[in-house]
């Protein structure tokens, strides 16, 4: 059973840099994706990693994204810059399954609040 | 972009009752379509994916239908752990996976 664990800043500054890292451990890491959820509010896709380096940002958050893998370390990380209030929210990593006929997120990690806030 | 819609937002049920949760695409996605349980304070759980197909481990309570835009979620006959917010997720057409708004069910 595959097992994520967010880490990283709670408190970010307006204008700064959102940096969370995943660590994954339990499986290969395949497909992987970053979802987040402002306080009270729904779940908006960030963007995934697969194929060992291919990726797919959200085009609302494309300009500011980026996911990367450390292979040798089973550790998945995002950078969000410019970051405002409007990305505070509990950020999840999480494993995608996909198929011919089928795309799910799997195992979710716990999740990490970033506050946005000088 | 495909715009997810949910309905109702929320509802009041019982234990016991028959509970049924319509999820609405902005065009086409298949049956690339999935269901997520949220309890407060926890991480999203799937439920059911490619509309209709049972997560391991989850109760047979739960079940998916429809294609093309429309589909349902429905719990046969709601249990005291099942009061959360679910929400319907389409995968057919990325960027972006979208997610619907959410429906909360509560104790009635």
Known sequence: QVQLQESGPGLVRPSGTLSLNCDVSGGPLNRWTWVRQPPGRGLEWIGELYNGGSSNYSPSLKSRTSISLDKAKNLLSLRLTSVTAADTAVYYCAEVRDGYNYYYIDSWGQGTLVTVSS | ?108
Do not use: H
């Open chain 2, 1 to 108: 972009d495909i715009q997810m819609t949910q309905s109702p937002s929320s509802l009041s049920a019982s234990v016991g009752d028959r509970v049924t949760i319509t999820c609405r695409a902005s065009q086409t996605i298949s049956n690339f379509l999935n269901w997520y349980q949220q309890k407060p304070g926890k991480a999203p759980k799937l439920l059911i994916y490619a509309t209709s197909s049972l997560q391991s481990g989850v109760p047979p309570r739960f079940s998916g239908s429809g294609s093309g835009t429309d589909f349902t979620l429905t719990i046969s006959s709601l249990q005291p752990e099942d009061f959360a917010t679910y929400y319907c997720q389409q995968s057919y057409s990325s960027p972006p996976i979208t997610f619907g708004p959410g429906t909360k069910v509560d104790v009635k």
